[in-house]
């Protein structure tokens, strides 16, 4: 069932019709498939209308639909043969960022990223996507093996960002989210790392600091949330759409400035509406920046991601697809 969001009233209340249509024609004799058809052609043109013209805020609320795919979604219909790889050696396991080896296209790789859940246990029990420092260091663990094995790194970032709670400050978050941006600037095998849902903060960074970085069209990717800068800058977070506006965090804007390097399209709809559709496209887009990366020296990885973040700032015309 598609759950819709505000702006998608319109949408909503023509395939409410629709449906109600098929429901009271199934059985009867009278042919409504013109009907139906043109219902449909009319609901599909309004529905890609509304996505080509979303405001940053939108875009906001996409990325956080509740039905869209998240990390395991995307182990099971773009990935292979994954073995997940659990604990930092210090603490304890994180369900937050989830990692293990896979296999993408024919290629072994290590995959890491943050998992929300899906549900209202799940979500609890991966902490929203939140990561604690264990999580981090779980990482940092799991990049340090692919570079000792030559396994390219694939990172799907999708996070508010890190855990803010005291105990996650007691066990050193700070230094965790730090060590785990050097290690993706250190590495010497390949990374491109996705942003697919929200990349929100040191908690996305930390698993971001790639050579190649993408996002999907309707994915986000600040600093601070809208909500957190409305209220910083008005006192209140009603004023989240203006934030969201002024902080330039949608693919479009960030590919313009040199923050991300490639803009994935999405189904009509969002992610959400053809999740396979999604994982396949990004699927794609990963596999040919890793064959371009193919055959680089660690020493000119290094080099490219030192280079692309001294470049930030700088206006870019964006790559899609």
Same mark, same amino acid.
């Given at each position: 069932?598609?759950?819709?969001?505000?702006?998608?009233?319109?949408?909503?209340?023509?395939?409410?019709?629709?449906?109600?249509?098929?429901?009271?024609?199934?059985?009867?004799?009278?042919?409504?498939?013109?009907?139906?058809?043109?219902?449909?052609?009319?609901?599909?043109?309004?529905?890609?209308?509304?996505?080509?013209?979303?405001?940053p805020w939108q875009k906001t609320q996409?990325?956080?639909?509740?039905?869209?795919?998240?990390?395991?979604?995307?182990?099971?219909?773009?990935?292979?043969?994954?073995?997940?790889?659990?604990?930092?050696?210090?603490?304890?396991?994180?369900?937050?960022?989830?990692?293990?080896?896979?296999?993408?296209?024919?290629?072994?790789?290590?995959?890491?990223?943050?998992?929300?859940?899906n549900d209202t246990q799940s979500r609890?029990?991966?902490?929203?996507?939140?990561?604690?420092?264990?999580?981090?260091?779980?990482?940092?663990?799991?990049?340090?093996?692919?570079?000792?094995?030559?396994?390219?790194?694939?990172?799907?970032?999708?996070?508010?960002?890190?855990?803010?709670?005291?105990?996650?400050?007691?066990?050193?978050?700070a230094e965790a989210i730090a060590r785990?941006?050097?290690?993706?600037?250190? +590495?010497? #095998?390949?990374?491109?790392?996705?942003?697919?849902?929200? *990349? @929100?903060?040191?908690?996305?960074? %930390? &698993? $971001?600091?790639?050579?190649?970085?993408?996002?999907?069209?309707?994915?986000?990717?600040?600093?601070?949330?809208?909500?957190?800068?409305?209220?910083?800058?008005?006192?209140?977070?009603?004023?989240?759409?203006?934030?969201?506006?002024?902080?330039?965090?949608?693919?479009?804007?960030?590919?313009? +400035?040199? #923050?991300?390097?490639?803009?994935?399209?999405?189904?009509? *709809? @969002?992610?959400?509406?053809?999740? %396979? &559709? $999604?994982?396949?496209?990004?699927?794609?887009?990963?596999?040919?920046?890793?064959?371009?990366?193919?055959?680089?020296?660690?020493?000119?990885?290094?080099?490219?991601?030192?280079?692309?973040?001294?470049?930030?700032?700088?206006?870019?015309?964006?790559?899609?697809?």
């Amino acid at each position: 069932m598609i759950s819709y969001l505000e702006f998608e009233k319109p949408v909503a209340e023509l395939e409410a019709r629709i449906a109600e249509l098929r429901e009271a024609a199934s059985g009867d004799d009278v042919d409504i498939s013109s009907e139906l058809a043109r219902l449909e052609a009319k609901s599909a043109d309004l529905l890609r209308t509304t996505y080509a013209a979303l405001t940053p805020w939108q875009k906001t609320q996409v990325a956080r639909h509740p039905g869209r795919p998240h990390f395991r979604d995307y182990v099971e219909m773009a990935f292979k043969d994954f073995v997940p790889l659990g604990g930092d050696r210090h603490y304890g396991d994180d369900l937050a960022i989830m990692g293990g080896l896979a296999t993408l296209g024919d290629r072994k790789v290590m995959l890491i990223g943050h998992e929300k859940g899906n549900d209202t246990q799940s979500r609890i029990a991966h902490n929203f996507g939140m990561g604690k420092p264990e999580g981090y260091r779980k990482a940092i663990r799991l990049m340090d093996m692919a570079g000792r094995f030559g396994l390219p790194v694939v990172t799907l970032v999708d996070t508010s960002g890190a855990f803010p709670g005291v105990e996650a400050e007691e066990r050193g978050q700070a230094e965790a989210i730090a060590r785990s941006t050097e290690a993706c600037l250190a +590495l010497p #095998v390949p990374m491109v790392s996705a942003i697919v849902g929200e *990349g @929100g903060s040191g908690g996305a960074v %930390a &698993l $971001a600091s790639a050579e190649r970085v993408l996002m999907f069209e309707h994915a986000v990717y600040s600093v601070i949330s809208p909500e957190g800068c409305a209220s910083i800058l008005w006192r209140t977070a009603e004023k989240a759409p203006q934030a969201a506006e002024a902080m330039k965090m949608t693919a479009q804007d960030l590919a313009q +400035l040199g #923050v991300i390097d490639r803009v994935v399209p999405e189904p009509v *709809g @969002g992610a959400q509406r053809d999740p %396979a &559709l $999604a994982a396949d496209t990004l699927a794609q887009a990963i596999g040919e920046e890793l064959d371009a990366l193919s055959g680089k020296t660690a020493k000119q990885l290094r080099r490219l991601r030192e280079n692309r973040f001294l470049s930030m700032g700088e206006r870019r015309k964006p790559r899609r697809g």
